[in-house]
Every structure is written in C-alpha cells, then in structure tokens.
C-alpha cells in the first residue's frame, strides 16, 4: 500500500464494502483511496467533491446524510433527487446550496418604508449591526442593508466572495479600508464613495473607522459566500479591466467625480458608474438639492426602484403628477417602489441628498 493516510474522515457504517465502494466510485465519483486489511477488508477511504469518506464495518455510527451537486457528479443521467447507499448513507442530488428566488414581484406601488426606528436593528458577528431596508426582501429577489460597526479597528475578516448576481456597497458615514482581487493595493472608502462587487471577485474588508456606515444592496436576497483559502490578497498583477460572471469591478470615488445637472429642474446627479459596468443590469445614482422646494420627476422602472435618504429631508410622491400625495422621509429613511410611472421627489430642507438605485427586471430571472 501506497500514499499518505488522510487525516480525517466521517465514519460511516459499512457491511459490504465492494458494493458500497463500487456506488460512490462509479455513480458518483468518488476515488478510493485506502483499503485495509488486504486480505479481508473492514475498511475503506473514499474522497471526492470535497469530502472523506471512512467506510468501516462493525461501526456503531449512524448513517449521514450527504449534500452533492448534481452538476458535479460523475454520472449526468442519474434524475433522482435522493440515493441511498448500499451501507445507508442518505445522497441528496441538489441543482444548487443556495436557492434563488424566481417568485414574481409583488405588484403595488409603494412598500412601506423602513424609517431609522431603533427597534430595527439587530446585532450580528461581531456586534455588527444590521437594519433591513427592504420589508420582505422584494418576494427574495432583493436585500438592502444599513450597516454599522459602531467601535473601529481591524476587521476579522477573510478572503472571500458571493454568489450574487447584483451586489454594491455604498459608505454612508466613516471610512472602511478593502482590497478586491486584480484591482490592486488596499484602498480607503470615504462617505460617498461605492464599490460594484461583481460575482465571484474575491474581496477582504481589512479596517473600519468607528461608527463606520454603509448601504449594502445584494440580489438574489439569499447568497451563499465562499471562504477561498488559497488567495491573498492584494494581488501581484493588476488587470483592472476584467470581467466576473460578465461584470466589472467598479470603484466609485465622489470626490472626483463631477455632478450633473440633469433634467435642469433642481436636483443635480452624481453617476456611480454601475449601468456601465453590469451593462445596464442596475443604475445608481445620488441626487442632491442646494435648497429646499426644488422638485423633479423619477424616470419609470420596469424593475426594483429604491430610495435612501442621505441628508436632508425628502418628500416622494408615486408618479409625475405635482399635486400628488407624498411621503416626507428624513436621514437614513428608504423607501422601494415596485414597477410603475415613476415617483416626484421634492427637497424638504438644505442640502438635500438621496441614494436611487434601480435593478432591471432581468437580474430577477432564475
């Protein structure tokens, strides 16, 4: 006998060894790895889609249950959704880990807005915390967060990344230190600024400010993240312009980027880059308003439609019209409209600024 001992393994209950080796090496795809004694076998290793199998006769454990992806097995004509073992092991054939939501958008106008209640948020790793900002997470498609570190210092983080088909981050207040994968040295992100996470690109958060702030909008709202312990991070190339899962990594920097005048009906606009970069899959923008009273008209959204207030105060009302009805939102109010004519927005005092993010329809496909 050759090779190395593997280290660890789940023990598995095993009375016919051949048949049971014979079941995850041909239908499945597991290698043998250790077989003992050879003259009358008690006890076998078998490795594959990650995972160490010790299959010993006379064992006293329970069966498992096992969780492979069917794209990953050996054999693509098994449709069976469960297999059983010849030693007992339960094998559930899934299409993926994590599901993604293709039930349709709940058509209304406007969903109830998310105010800064103290009773919204809640205490995650760490003593992060958590406001959602988004009430039923857009049927699944959608999540939104306000997030807060409220004492700074380094971050636990590890080098990691999403199953997503959307995600961006947005620093409302304080600052955060990241570095992304091919997009160089660690950099420093300043309240304004906005990162596009593309799917796939491995990221560390390194260092937060206290009080650091930040809207984190993520689709589909149920994603899985992938420790890769095999990166680090910075890089030692540089390839700015590549593609993941069809995006690009986009590193918005406010203070360098110049505001537009728009419609020229009172709000100036600053362009984060995102339509570019996710070829129109989601547009954001900020808007802002020197003085109160000015008001302009949103275009219409044929898919997700959301509004965070970052200074000021804001009124909204849905669709065009100037003597529609409206709702006054303050500093860290959201709001989301489903599909519709558009919304007015109206500043309610001085310099107000508000985050508008919108998602095509498409993003929400399975």
């Known amino acids: 006998m050759t090779g190395e001992t593997p280290n660890a393994a789940v023990v598995q209950p095993c009375e016919n060894l051949d048949a049971t080796i014979d079941f995850f090496q041909e239908r499945l795809g597991f290698r043998l790895e250790m077989i003992f004694p050879a003259d009358d076998p008690s006890v076998a290793i078998v490795s594959g889609h ?101 004492v700074g210092g380094p971050v636990p983080d590890y080098v990691h990344y999403h199953d997503v088909r959307f995600q961006m981050i947005y620093c409302h207040r304080g600052w955060v230190r990241v570095v992304y994968e091919d997009q160089g040295e660690p950099f420093v992100m300043h309240p304004g600024d906005c990162v596009l996470q593309p799917p796939g690109i491995r990221h560390r958060v390194l260092e937060a400010s206290d009080g650091l702030e930040v809207v984190e909008i993520g689709c589909p709202a149920l994603h899985a993240t992938h420790v890769d312990h095999a990166m680090t991070l910075p890089s030692p190339t540089i390839t700015a312009d590549r593609r993941y899962g069809g995006q690009r990594f986009t590193r918005h920097r406010a203070a360098e980027t110049p505001w537009s005048s728009g419609t020229g009906a009172g709000f100036e606009s600053q362009d984060l880059g995102i339509a570019q970069a996710t070829d129109d899959l989601a547009q954001v923008l900020v808007h802002r308003a020197e003085r109160p009273g000015v008001s302009d008209a949103l275009a219409p959204s044929s898919g997700f439609r959301f509004l965070f207030v970052l200074a000021g105060a804001l009124e909204m009302a849905p669709g065009v019209q100037d003597d529609a009805e409206g709702l006054t939102l303050g500093v860290d109010d959201a709001i989301t409209l489903a599909p519709g004519p558009g919304a007015r927005i109206t500043a309610k005092a001085p310099d107000t600024r508000v985050l508008d993010i919108a998602v095509a329809e498409r993003a929400f496909s399975p």
Not at 103 to 114: D, N, Y
């Open 50 to 150: 990650g995972l160490r199998l010790r299959l010993e006769r006379g064992s006293t454990a329970a069966p498992a249950t096992l969780r492979l992806a069917r794209a990953a097995i050996a054999r693509r004509d098994i449709n069976e959704t469960e297999l059983l073992a010849p030693n007992g092991t339960r094998v559930l054939l899934v299409d993926q880990d994590i599901p993604v939501f293709d039930a349709p958008v709940t058509p209304h106008l406007i969903v109830e807005r998310e105010t800064t209640n103290g009773d919204a948020w809640i205490v995650g790793r760490a003593g992060v915390r958590y406001r959602d900002l988004v009430p039923g997470r857009w049927n699944g498609h959608i999540v939104a967060s306000h997030i807060r570190i409220p």
